[in-house]
Each structure stands twice: as structure tokens, then as C-alpha cells.
């Protein structure tokens, strides 16, 4: 089985980033990761002027730990994407991922509600991929469990959705979200196909307030998914609530991926 490139999702240990950067860098690599994804550093409306300085920072203090970023997590601007491009080239990464609605100008959750707003979501997508790709980036889509709400009549806004991006848009597949929104994260991999070029990879009992676990004692099928998606280039091991320590479930989170033979450091 051909193997990604195993990351960590930067808003896994957001609190140890706001009180030590560069210890928190440190300590992750330290655990013998190599590859990070930022969360966003701004929101759409942020100043081109700050955001490049954040972006600026973070890459010193990454550099001075040895870790390279796979990918990033962007916001969309309603017009020029001048600000992301710059973000992704200060950051030296070709992919960025739309995380959530609200990080695209004019947009929320609600937008899943109709297809009208499906649509129109669809269309700021299409445009700002557009617009990165000229500059050499590509755009994809980061899910979490609303997209598979029903839409009036009876679809999947995620299955809406994903019909009316154009091809070139990526798919980074939160496999837990998946879960918790009902679905096979297998069969979604499978379906998406060569655009899932990254995972998001956590376990426990797959609910949405549920505190997360370690890789193999969920509810999360990790394995089947990652036979399914043999065509991703990044495996990123991410928490978003636990009750254990932070470092150390990415610590057995990363073991569990490398001793099975499923990612590659």
C-alpha cells in the first residue's frame, strides 16, 4: 500500500502555541514529527500587512525547529486571493485548505442549508481557485459533519457540493467528521478519488462533543480508510478535544500510524 506523508495539524496543540511557540515546535519535533499544517492565521477581512508578518513568524520559528509545512489552512476573500497567495509562498506550501464556511467572505454553515446557497459557495470556490492556481497553488475543501445535512429535497449538501466544485479542487477528508456525520470515511475517500490528497486522522466514539482517543481504540476505521485513499500525500494526525495530554496522544497517534505500516514519516 503506497503511504502518505504523516503531519500534525497545528490547532492540535493551540494553547501550547499561544503560551511557547517555538517550545511547542521544539517538543513536536522532538516527537519526530517533520511536517506541519498552520491553522489559519487570519480571517478573510485580516490586513494583508499582518497577516504576511504572522506568516512571516511562524516560518522563522518553524525553520528554527526543523519542520516543513505539507499544506495550510486559508480563509477566501470575496475578491483578490493576494493575501493567501502571499501567505502560502511566505509558508512554502503549493496547498491550501478552506476549513470551514465562515472562512469564506459572506458565508456560514447556513450556506449548507439550500441549494441556492450550496451554489453560491461553489462559485466563491471556484473563483478563488482560479485565481491561486494562476499563482501556482491549488485550493481544496476541508469537511466536518454538517456538510452531509439534507437539503430540501432529500441530497446531501456534501454530495451537492462536491458536484458543483470544478475538478481542479481538492479534498482534504477529516475522517472523524465523517464518522460522527454518519458516514463511511472509506467510501468517501473512495468516491472523491485522486482529489483527496490529505487526511485528518483521529479516533474515539465518533460523537460530536465526544472527547478523541488514540488510533485504534475508537470508533474510527483508520486502516480501511487509508486502503481506500492509497492516492493521499498527507496523513495529518489532529485533535480537536480530548481529556488526555495533548502531546502525548499525538505521540501514540503517530506511533499507532507508523507501526502499522500506514503512513511514512
Not at 39 to 48: C, D, E, R, S, V
Not at 159 to 167: C, G, I, M, R
Not at 215 to 240: K, N, Q, S, Y
Request: with cysteine; glycine share 8%; charged share 25%.
Amino acid at each position: 500500500m503506497r503511504t502518505g506523508t504523516l503531519a500534525v495539524q497545528l490547532y492540535s496543540v493551540i494553547d501550547a502555541l499561544q503560551a511557547d511557540r517555538p517550545g511547542t515546535f521544539a517538543r513536536l519535533a522532538a516527537l519526530g514529527f517533520r511536517h506541519v499544517e498552520p491553522f489559519a492565521l487570519g480571517l478573510w477581512n485580516t490586513h494583508p500587512d499582518e497577516l504576511a508578518a504572522s506568516a512571516r513568524a511562524l516560518r522563522a520559528d518553524l525553520d528554527e525547529a526543523g519542520l516543513g509545512v505539507g499544506s495550510v489552512h486559508i480563509a477566501v476573500s470575496a475578491d483578490s486571493q493576494a493575501s493567501a497567495i502571499e501567505t502560502c509562498r511566505i509558508l512554502g506550501t503549493d496547498t491550501a485548505f478552506v476549513p470551514i464556511p465562515w472562512l469564506v467572505d459572506g458565508f456560514d454553515e447556513r450556506a449548507l442549508e439550500t441549494h441556492d446557497g450550496v451554489r453560491a459557495l461553489a462559485d466563491r470556490l471556484n473563483a478563488a481557485a482560479r485565481e491561486l492556481a494562476r499563482a501556482g497553488i491549488r485550493l481544496g475543501y476541508h469537511n466536518h459533519h454538517f456538510e452531509w445535512v439534507r437539503l430540501p429535497d432529500g441530497a446531501r449538501a456534501f454530495d451537492v457540493l462536491w458536484e458543483l466544485l470544478d475538478p481542479e479542487i481538492l479534498a482534504e477528508v477529516d475522517v472523524y467528521w465523517a464518522a460522527v456525520a454518519g458516514q463511511d470515511p472509506a467510501e468517501v475517500l473512495e468516491r472523491l478519488g485522486e482529489r483527496a490528497v490529505a487526511a485528518h486522522l483521529k479516533d474515539g466514539p465518533a460523537k460530536p462533543d465526544a472527547p478523541q482517543t488514540p488510533i485504534g481504540t475508537g470508533d474510527v476505521d483508520i486502516p480501511a480508510a487509508l486502503r481506500a485513499g492509497t492516492h493521499l500525500r498527507w496523513h495529518i494526525t489532529e485533535i480537536d478535544r480530548t481529556e488526555a495530554d495533548r502531546f502525548e496522544l499525538l505521540a501514540a497517534n503517530r506511533q499507532a500510524l507508523l507501526e502499522g505500516g500506514l503512513t511514512a514519516p
